[in-house]
């Protein structure tokens, strides 16, 4: 039984083990000063009672009182300065190990794959990082705080009343136990009911922003008064929730007080009639009274504590699913490097991909010799971006092989390949930082000109130098907005500066204009190092210019052939065509 | 992800406007906020009280020694000290003088003299106890000559008093003594009981005031949001366009949430402290000035401690806090550009990018720590200080027979709750300060003037026929950028017309001014005959249907989308329209009319979304129904029902269509053409086609959009 109990444990800390043990001296160190503290807290009631009792029977003089001062002022700066380093102890290390497992989160974040990232909203992940990295924390900060408190000070404590009278200790601890008690069965409910005032208040959020993102239909059709009444639904929801929640909360200071003060009551009373009889003084009855004083908090903390261990274990468990996760993607133990001289030749071989029981690729297979240039074109879903995902191994293939330079891509070291590969995705994605951080994306240290020559490449050059900052403009939500087709040539130049051999553009051209688009594909024939290019996308102009275009229908190559070739067979490519050459013409009036 | 992504320092200063403005949303709530005074009232006054019926029972029955006086031994002391104390503060017993400590110490002192005393402790049994033991058996004492009991009137004691040596009480035997006694621990018990009463009562209150005031807190945090909220409903169109969506979002959510702990919490335990503060001051000067004036040199330390580090806690506190916002917005933004991130394989820079941060944040994280754990600790040991030294001067007091025992225990009771308001009153002001924040934000919005509804040159009379004159109307959005120069078109009840051309000539702008959701620059829009600027937008808007381009589904059944949130929806009348539609997908869904559509309507396809919209505008039966037709792509299978529902919802209508079908074009009896606000084309089909100018070209591209479907 001890033995399969100890593995489960081991197996909870199977990950965060290690760190803490790395901040185990600290903890040790920590728990230490704070018994000391503990202890010269209890030291000092002691004191008090010394004094008064002193006072009653004449023993006490002036010099007596002085010296009670001086050692209670001795013993407050050692509690003082205690306290602070216990603090720093046991508090920072439990933000030491937040900041441990939050790195160790994150890396695990960016080396997962594209599968994991499918399945798993941006939401749910952040909230590991946030809600329940703050549960483990304050389990191994306040609540392994609390736990030593409750047990050094209940122990001291204890030992210094019961020196002062046995019955009366007993007694007046009734009422303190209860509050732990208390604490202990109310927490969970109350965290229920917070639960639900959170549901009530995610619920009034979707309905307002749903609201708020529909208010022109709701204004055309005059519905403002039915709409009005949703919200006064959803608001009184969550006010209901919220007194429902104080209903229960709300008992928790007065209950506390309350129990507090019947122990100061049973001093009063049982302690009182026991001074009467001459076997308790009043010093006692001061000192008792701070005891109880000293008591109740690490009784409501006990309880808490307990609440918290068990948020913390949920917590952990969460995070230990994600922390035991494999990338699907691997690294071949005997992967081989992609040559700086590399060809930058691609093939298909039959190529099968399958997701969730959709063929999405189907038996594809197509050759792209080093240095031509392939255009790829199909409807919405008929797999093109497949096609470089697969080429830049976001996902391996079902069935058939990819190879560059011959070789199956699963054959080379995963960063080789990637570097190898230059893509322009057709979601544009900027980061909240400098133009210059998201053209220039790796830590390598690239030259001015070379960025700028990658700018000019990708026909952005000449907007940025616009800019006050220049490269140094801070673009997304605290910065310059761009517009669609400037984040698209910014990701442009980002992908040139890489210099690939292999270089995709994956519908990268949508929000750019027509004379544009053509300036910067010729600009990317021009590249002297000539990169093999392949572009999807689904504009005829961008395409008709290339060696050869791919025509992708449900997964499968339909038609293939150049621009030429394939207006001949007057099938699926020649009707775009013919469609965006009107197009064109109406848009140009 | 806003939530998570904005997680900015929200503070504002204290400002009185402000404050004003938000206590008048407290207003209707009088009553109940009086009621929670009075109970705060009486919480206070318990607070106060336990510690002087504490005080009392120690004096009155626990230990009712009294150590004020000191025996002078030999008759040559006993006439020096008779000499300087005045007849009304000595008393003999027993044949010895005792003195009251003060009095001979002063006299002894302005004589120049001393005398030996020594000190005793006497018990003193009041003329009530006396009376309640029964006197007689006490007498007997007296009477036996017994040394150690002495009985009134003498001027020091009231008549009727008894008073003996203390340390005479162990010759009783224990059964004597109980019985003397016996009347104190009846005392106790009495006090005891009212100690009970008082705790319990206090329980029930503190419990009630708190349920109280959040009542009134989330009542005032329920009023503001409705208001709020209808505020917007009723904000023009315009401030919609130039206001993202989630800003408005958060403001009725997020920003009033911010508000109910000021009204449930901060004001009221401002009061609260305010009071305990002021209360148990007065009371103890009352007990003992100088003690009291020690507390108060101790509490200014205290406040002045509490002013210097709050300032910097808070600093360092906002710092912590954005450096958390930092973090995850890092941390989001990279899962969100994971796929960038490992396309360039650039994990191991972002990973060490992230340390930076992730280190910033914990060092962030130690210093409000630190500074914390100078503070905290100082707070707690100045309390600790406050206690030692009523401990030191209290005992001073009671050697000099200045105090009694009773209320030195009092004042260490008040030295624990003396100095709790200080910190609350601190902790109070930062919730009020975020209060601020969020106050200003929501009443920037409220400030935002409201779309007129119901012009003032309305007379009461609505149109009955419904056609649409356009008379030179120009509209611009933004000052200077005209989007129409000059339009003008009439379309007879019943009648139809399409406007076509490219994106951005402003088609949509046109439809747009029929049911007034913008006003025009110059010229006029007339409906019936009437200017729509003088009508109001509710008739306006329910006579004229509009369907949008791209339909906005809300979350809900089919039922509620179309009959939009209607109270009572007519299903009856929902059927009779989705048949009417040929919407015949309605009836596969599990549920029919009450299946459950998500959020921006996801488990349909495109077409269906468009069918919806369709019926929505049909519930209210329109006169004017103006259709902006879908560009998006839609599959086959509904394209032909939505052919044969569109004829069918403009049969009978003044109808306008933003049309991009040629089929729906082929209908309509006049095509105007649009181009950069101006028409410069109309007439029929056969006409334009005809002319051989833009229509021509357009009507092209569609034949060829349809012929490749």
């Known amino acids: 039984m001890a033995t399969t109990e100890s593995k489960q444990k081991v197996g909870a800390l199977r990950h965060i083990g290690p760190i803490i043990r790395k901040y185990w001296a600290r903890y040790l160190a920590g728990i230490l000063i704070l018994a000391a503290v503990d202890i010269s807290q209890t030291v000092i009631p002691g004191i008090a009672a010394r004094v008064i009792d002193g006072l009653s029977s004449f023993t006490a003089t002036k010099h007596t009182l002085l010296l009670a001062l001086l050692q209670i002022g001795a013993l407050i700066t050692g509690i003082t300065v205690g306290r602070y380093f216990w603090r720093y102890l046991i508090w920072g290390s439990a933000r030491y190990i937040e900041q441990e497992v939050r790195a160790d989160l994150f890396s695990k974040y960016l080396d997962l794959s594209a599968d994991f990232h499918d399945v798993h909203k941006t939401g749910d992940l952040m909230a590991l990082v946030t809600n329940d990295l703050e549960a483990v924390r304050q389990s191994l900060g306040d609540g392994l705080l609390m736990i030593a408190d409750f047990f050094i000070m209940t122990t001291f404590t204890l030992v210094a009343m019961l020196r002062f009278n046995r019955s009366l200790t007993l007694l007046a601890l009734i009422p303190l136990a209860l509050i732990a008690l208390f604490v202990m069965r109310v927490g969970p409910l109350v965290f229920k009911l917070f639960k639900n005032v959170q549901d009530a208040f995610a619920s009034l959020t979707d309905y307002v922003e749903e609201a708020m993102t529909g208010m022109r239909v709701i204004k055309v059709f005059a519905r403002e008064k039915d709409v009005t009444r949703g919200l006064r639904d959803k608001a009184a929801g969550l006010q209901r929730r919220n007194i429902l929640l104080i209903r229960l909360w709300g008992l928790t200071g007065p209950l506390i007080d309350l129990l507090g003060s019947v122990s100061v009551l049973v001093l009063l009373w049982y302690g009182g009639v026991l001074v009467t009889r001459g076997s308790f003084t009043i010093g006692g009855l001061v000192a008792f009274n701070t005891y109880i004083g000293m008591l109740a908090w690490p009784m409501a903390a006990l309880g808490q504590a307990i609440n918290l261990f068990q948020r913390g274990q949920a917590s952990l468990a969460r995070i230990n699913d994600i922390l035991d996760q494999k990338p699907t993607i691997q690294e071949l133990p005997d992967a081989c490097a992609l040559r700086e001289d590399m060809r930058g030749e691609v093939a298909f071989e039959h190529v099968t991909f399958e997701r969730e029981g959709h063929r999405i690729l189907d038996d594809v297979s197509f050759h792209i010799a080093p240095g031509e240039r392939v255009g790829i074109i199909g409807p919405v879903g008929s797999g093109k971006t497949t096609i470089v995902s697969l080429l830049t191994r976001a996902y391996d293939p079902s069935a058939g092989r990819v190879l560059i330079d011959g070789v199956d891509v699963r054959r080379y070291k995963l960063a080789d390949l990637r570097r190898a590969v230059g893509v322009v995705t057709q979601d544009v994605f900027l980061f909240s930082d400098s133009l210059e951080e998201n053209i220039n994306l790796t830590d390598l240290p690239v030259g001015e000109e070379e960025i700028h020559e990658a700018t000019r490449q990708s026909d952005i050059y000449a907007n940025i130098s616009e800019f006050q900052e220049e490269f140094g403009t801070i673009v997304g939500e605290r910065g310059v907005t761009l517009s669609g087709g400037e984040k698209q040539r910014v990701t442009i130049a980002r992908a040139l500066l890489k210099k690939p051999r292999i270089l995709v553009l994956d519908d990268a051209l949508s929000a750019v204009d027509a004379d544009t688009e053509k300036h910067i594909l010729d600009n990317i024939a021009g590249v002297p190092s000539r990169p093999t290019g392949i572009v999807i996308s689904n504009r005829i102009s961008a395409l008709r210019q290339m060696d050869r275009i791919l025509v992708l229908d449900a997964g499968r190559l339909v038609e293939e052939g150049t621009h030429s070739t394939l207006l001949r067979k007057h099938g699926w490519y020649w009707r775009v065509y013919r469609r965006q050459l009107v197009e064109q013409k109406v848009e140009g009036e | ?709």
């Open chain 2, 1 to 709: 992800m806003a939530g998570i992504n904005n997680e900015e320092v929200q503070e504002r200063s204290f400002d009185a406007t402000l404050m004003a403005r938000l206590l008048r949303f407290a207003r209707p709530y009088w009553a109940l906020l009086l009621v929670s005074f009075v109970l705060i009232c009486l919480l206070t006054a318990k607070t106060i009280a336990l510690p002087l019926i504490v005080g009392r029972a120690i004096d009155d029955y626990i230990d009712p020694t009294t150590t004020r006086f000191v025996r002078v031994d030999t008759p040559e002391d006993a006439a020096k000290a008779n000499a300087v104390v005045a007849g009304t503060y000595r008393f003999m017993l027993n044949g010895a003088w005792y003195y009251d400590k003060i009095e001979l110490a002063r006299g002894l002192h302005l004589a120049g003299t001393s005398v030996r005393t020594t000190e005793v402790s006497l018990y003193v049994v009041a003329p009530v106890k006396a009376r309640q033991l029964g006197i007689s058996h006490l007498d007997l004492y007296a009477d036996a000559a017994r040394p150690f009991v002495f009985r009134g009137p003498q001027p020091v004691f009231a008549p009727g008093t008894y008073v003996m040596d203390a340390a005479s009480l162990s010759r009783f035997t224990p059964s004597e003594r109980a019985w003397l006694r016996s009347v104190d621990v009846a005392g106790i018990r009495s006090l005891s009981l009212l100690f009970l009463a008082i705790i319990l009562v206090a329980f029930a209150v503190g419990y009630i005031n708190r349920v109280v005031l959040e009542v009134v807190g989330q009542r005032i945090v329920y009023d503001i949001r409705v208001k709020l909220f209808q505020h917007v409903e009723r904000l023009p169109f315009n401030f919609l366009d130039r206001t993202p969506s989630g800003r408005l979002t958060t403001r009725v959510t997020n920003d009033i949430e911010a508000l109910a702990d000021m009204y449930s919490q901060a004001l009221i335990n401002i009061v609260r402290d305010g009071f305990l503060l002021v209360g148990v001051s007065v009371v103890m000067f009352n007990l003992n000035s100088f003690l009291t004036w020690v507390l108060m040199a101790v509490l200014a330390g205290d406040i002045l401690l509490t002013a210097i580090f709050r300032v910097s806690i808070r600093n360092a506190h906002r710092r912590a806090r954005t450096c958390l916002g930092r973090i995850n917005s890092f941390i989001a933004e990279r899962i969100q550009g994971v796929r960038i991130v490992q396309l360039f394989a650039i994990e191991d820079k972002e990973k060490k990018s992230f340390q930076r941060i992730n280190q910033e944040y914990t060092a962030a994280r130690l210093r409000v720590m630190l500074l914390n754990g100078i503070f905290r600790p100082l707070v707690s040991a100045l309390a600790t200080l406050a206690t030692a030294l009523v401990l030191y001067y209290g005992g001073a007091n009671i050697l000099a027979g200045a105090l009694s025992f009773g209320t030195l225990v009092t004042f260490m009771f008040y030295v624990q709750i003396f100095f709790q308001p200080v910190q609350e009153v601190a902790e109070q002001f930062d919730t009020l300060q975020s209060a601020m924040a969020s106050a200003e934000k929501i009443f920037r919005i409220m400030d935002e003037p409201e779309e007129v509804y119901t012009p003032s040159a309305f007379d009461g009379k609505v149109p009955e026929s419904f056609d649409i004159e356009f008379q030179g109307v120009y509209l611009s959005y933004n000052q200077g950028q005209e989007i129409l120069k000059g339009i003008s078109f009439r379309v007879e009840q019943g009648g139809s017309i399409a406007l076509v051309g490219p994106t951005g000539a402003g088609k949509t702008s046109i439809t747009g001014l029929v049911p007034r959701l913008y006003n025009v620059d110059s010229g006029r829009v007339l409906l019936g005959g009437v200017d729509v600027a003088t009508l109001p937008a509710e008739f306006l808007r329910r006579n004229v249907a509009f369907v949008m381009q791209d339909v906005f589904i809300f979350s809900g059944s089919i039922l509620e989308n179309i009959a939009l949130f209607e109270e009572h929806p007519d299903e009856g009348r929902a059927q009779e329209i989705v048949d009417y539609l040929g919407m015949d997908f309605v009836g596969r869904l599990d549920g029919g009319l009450h299946y459950h559509l998500y959020e921006r309507g996801n488990n349909l396809s495109a077409g269906q979304r468009q069918l919806i919209s369709f019926a929505r505008a049909l519930y209210f039966d329109p006169k004017v129904l103006i259709l902006d037709e879908a560009t998006s792509n839609i599959d086959t299978e509904s394209e032909a029902v939505i052919q044969g529902a569109i004829r069918k919802i403009l049969a009978g209508r003044t109808s306008m269509i933003v049309a991009h079908r040629l089929s729906t074009i082929r209908t309509v009896e006049r095509i105007l053409v649009v181009q950069h606000g101006r028409i410069i084309e109309s007439g029929t089909h056969d006409e334009l086609l005809a002319k051989g100018g833009i229509y021509k070209n357009l009507y092209e591209l569609q034949s060829l959009s349809e012929g490749q479907a």
